[in-house]
């Protein structure tokens, strides 16, 4: 059987045999001092005829087994699981506290109903999921990122946007039109993948920067679209960074490396669209991180003092309590962090309109980004910007 490609049988774990030769990979590449396995597509593992071969039973066996074989043979090693699901059927392959199964999941849901956030300039379905994601328990560790090497598969919770008047498939359709660059106002730019002409499904595919709008303000030589994308990926990169879990950024994404077209040329890429942003990496563009006033300067030493002021900041620590606050403006999004006396609101702005922010109470507040403290009651968030203010 093949779920993916022809040329790519899948595995019958029904033989013993064929768990035995994965695990001997397996402890094979412990061995070399792989730290993280990750294993791939893991809801599909187990075949089964006359069901949709997706998120069986066994499969959770097989992973429980496989983490049990670790944690005696080589317990420094940690499973990574690739989980493209419904947030309902992504959990459980975390497995519980007693019987462990995955350490990390990446965390695909919340990355797809961020882009969503992004073309709808709101909030609400994204509160709903955050709202999930940070009550679970602590021992539960997502991969949060923007991009990956794969697709962006509109995997939503379309129940809920149901209930908003919102169908599934005129939704999907809305969303790959906004990112191709289709609706009037949108800066994004990349390509369909895995078009279905008759159910008209599909995924999508580009770099962070190209759906910022980076690529298309380069092309058009529009200086304040450029600030405006760049704005923009520095705020969905701050978002990432203040989610609890392990921030992930996408090779090339540290220097806004664009689209790479040329994989249309190659017979053997040119059917496969996610090499769009599986492009060589342009050492090219790393030259300008020094020089002042480029996309590549502003975006590395942004992204490069975020990280900083996450790793020094205990605020950000994995046992610091986080949620979504309640806010009446559907375009921005308010995430609180708690550390015993420390509150840090974290204030993203997900609309091209400027904004006026109330904090809950009228007090002194330092500005994460700039160091200054200063008393406030209110204050303004431009265009896709954020802010950091923690309570003194």
Known sequence: MT?????????NYRNPRVFNEMMYNFLYLANQGIDIMRLDAV??????????????????????????????????VALLGEVVMAPVEVVPYFGTVEKPECHMLYNVTTMATTWHTVATEDTCLLRQQLDAVCTLPKEYTFLNYLRCHDDIGWGLDYQTLR????????????????????IPGSPSRGALYNADPVTGD???????????????????????????????????????????????????????????????DDPEKADDSRYIHRGQFSWELVANIEQ??????????GLDELERIRREDPIFGSEAAWYPKDYSDPAVLWIVRERGEETLHAVFNFSGASKTIWMPERARYRNLISGEQEELETFELPAWEFAWYERQ
């Open 292 to 301: 002042a006033g480029t996309v590549q300067s502003q975006i590395f030493a």
């Open 43 to 76: 809801p599909y593992i187990w075949k089964q005829l006359g069901t949709n071969c997706r998120n069986l039973p066994q499969v959770h066996t097989l992973v429980r087994l496989m983490r049990m074989i670790g944690e005696v043979v080589c317990p420094g």
């Open 163 to 182: 209930g908003w008047g919102q169908e599934e498939v005129p939704h999907k359709r809305y969303l790959n039109d906004y990112f191709l660059g289709n």
């Open 3 to 11: 779920q993916f490609y022809p040329y790519q049988w899948d595995l």
């Open 202 to 264: 599909a995924r999508f595919c580009a770099t962070t920067a190209s759906m910022c709008g980076i690529e298309a303000a380069g092309f058009e030589g529009n200086a304040e679209a450029m600030e405006v994308a760049v704005r923009k990926d520095l705020m969905l990169h701050a978002y990432m960074f203040t989610q609890s879990g392990l921030p992930i950024i996408y090779s090339g994404d540290e220097v806004g490396q664009v689209n790479d077209y040329a994989y249309r």
